[in-house]
């Protein structure tokens, strides 16, 4: 479960769209992703409050429904299931981009048609499978990351492969100071650093399959955090003190950038492949999710009672099948604009996903009112630390990047899809429901 937990988080948001994050933050990025990696802690201990006290592989979107009604749990589940889906696409652009590296001619529309199909196949096999892909995975990219990190130390500190000359750390301030864009630069860097978390409210969805949740769950939350936070702040520290932060493209991954810089044309084409399976990991898992969502949004009337069936292994095949077809979208994607597509798809997701942390939060929230109305505070075996002011205080983090949404163009896209994706849902659950009435109206008739 950790190593599912790890490697759901690590995926394209640091190895590709931290080019992004360095371009409009600079060296500041490293400060970024420390304040936003504690108030992603904070988001995950609320989560673990609901896990170990009720298992669910329906997540936050069960608790929605079962504390603020059911359209909350309709609205978050699909809400989430789409932000899945947007974060495969996502990943699937930027493997076609790290196969460019090696062929640049090779199309990545074809890249990501093949990606999937795999991916496809992986899940429908069984969660022992998935399970296990996952795992070896999140191993390699994870092996990777701490030798780029021990490697890059040697290099800055003792001049490792670049003729006994230490490179030192001066390239985080040498290049217009700390802050090169200023606070507003700063500032603007947490919407990347935001999607770069996305997947560590995995450790939700898995609690409903875990044998031990009450001992597994906290243990993957509490230790998955100090590992990604040192991942995701020891790489960025490694990365712009090797190379200048204003000159690392979008072209491809930064790590590949780094390494070719420092003159090792091997260990770039190594950690091409590791991002690769890190891309491939955070599909693999992201999918899984997707499938368990459906499977849970039809268990409680909240999606076609096809999206119920499981398999004989287990597996809710028809929701794997559907998630996989609306994924083929980023196919046409990578055809179309496929300069564009990793931007778009990302910023769109982040709404999508800042709606399922929030709601995370304010499901706690009122969980943790309720239990303490009941008397049951003392039962809680993996509390919140800090509530209720670590509560709100995250709560009004997640509105501040929404927020901040609209100040970049690149982003912006995401503001104008959300009224969209809102209406569509309010849609589809009045149809829902009217369907659901008249049914009923015709068993009373008959």
């Known amino acids: 479960m950790q190593m599912i937990a790890i490697g759901s988080a690590i995926g394209v948001g640091l190895f590709y769209g931290s080019a992004?994050?360095?371009?409009?933050?600079g060296p500041s990025i490293v400060l970024a992703y420390l304040i936003g990696g504690i108030f992603i802690f904070l988001i995950m201990r609320a989560l673990g409050e609901l896990a170990v006290d009720e298992p669910n592989s329906g997540s936050f979107s069960?608790?929605?429904?079962?504390?603020?009604?059911?359209?909350?749990?309709?609205?978050?589940?699909?809400?989430?299931?789409?932000?899945?889906?947007?974060?495969?696409?996502?990943?699937?652009?930027?493997?076609?981009?790290y196969v460019q590296f090696w062929i640049p001619t090779f199309p990545q529309w074809i890249t990501a048609f093949i990606v999937l199909?795999?991916?496809?196949?992986?899940?429908?096999?069984?969660?022992?499978?998935?399970?296990?892909?996952?795992?070896?995975?999140?191993?390699?990219?994870?092996?990777?990351?701490?030798?780029?990190i021990i490697f890059g130390f040697l290099m800055i500190f003792f001049g490792f492969a670049n003729r006994g000359q230490a490179i030192g750390i001066s390239n985080l301030w040498k290049y217009g100071g700390f802050f090169p864009n200023g606070i507003k630069g700063f500032l603007s860097s947490f919407i990347f650093v935001t999607f770069a978390?996305?997947?560590?409210?995995?450790?939700?969805?898995?609690?409903?399959?875990?044998?031990?949740?009450?001992?597994?769950?906290?243990?993957?939350?509490?230790?998955?955090?100090?590992?990604v936070l040192i991942f995701y702040i020891g790489s960025m520290f490694v990365m712009l003190a090797l190379y200048p932060w204003n000159k690392i493209g979008v072209g491809g991954s930064p790590f590949v950038l780094v390494f070719e810089k420092v003159g090792i044309p091997?260990?770039?084409?190594?950690?091409?492949?590791?991002v690769l399976t890190a891309a491939f990991s955070s599909m693999n898992s992201n999918l899984y999710v997707d499938g368990r969502i459906l499977y849970s949004l039809a268990?409680?009337?909240?999606?076609?009672?096809?999206?119920?069936?499981?398999?004989?292994?287990?597996?809710?095949?028809a929701g794997i099948l559907f998630s996989s077809a609306v994924t083929?979208?980023?196919?046409?994607?990578?055809?179309?604009?496929?300069?564009?597509?990793?931007?778009?798809?990302?910023?769109?997701?982040?709404?999508?996903?800042?709606?399922?942390?929030?709601?995370i939060i304010c499901t706690q929230i009122k969980s943790r009112k309720q239990k303490n109305a009941e008397g049951d505070k003392t039962k809680l075996s993996f509390k919140m630390p800090l509530y209720p002011v670590a509560s709100y205080v995250t709560l009004i983090y997640l509105i501040t990047i929404f927020i901040s949404l609209g100040f970049l163009p690149s982003t912006r896209i995401a503001l104008y899809a959300t009224p969209v994706w809102v209406i569509c849902l309010i849609v589809l659950y009045k149809i829902l429901t009217r369907n659901e009435s008249k049914v009923e109206t015709n068993k009373k008739a008959n």
């Open 20 to 25: 992004s994050a360095i371009k409009i933050g």
């Open 328 to 359: 083929v979208i980023a196919v046409v994607l990578n055809y179309v604009v496929p300069g564009k597509v990793f931007e778009y798809i990302s910023s769109i997701s982040t709404v999508a996903m800042l709606i399922a942390w929030g709601t």
């Open 62 to 97: 069960a608790y929605a429904t079962r504390y603020f009604g059911r359209f909350a749990g309709f609205f978050t589940g699909w809400t989430y299931w789409f932000e899945c889906v947007l974060c495969i696409m996502a990943e699937a652009t930027a493997v076609g981009v």
């Open 299 to 317: 268990s409680n009337n909240n999606a076609p009672k096809a999206f119920g069936k499981l398999s004989k292994s287990g597996v809710p095949y």
């Open 266 to 274: 091997a260990a770039a084409s190594v950690i091409n492949f590791v």
């Open 197 to 227: 978390f996305a997947g560590v409210e995995l450790v939700g969805i898995t609690a409903g399959e875990a044998e031990n949740p009450k001992k597994s769950i906290p243990t993957a939350i509490n230790s998955v955090f100090w590992r």
């Open 117 to 148: 199909m795999v991916l496809l196949a992986v899940n429908l096999l069984g969660v022992k499978y998935y399970g296990e892909c996952e795992f070896w995975f999140s191993i390699i990219k994870v092996i990777a990351i701490i030798c780029m």
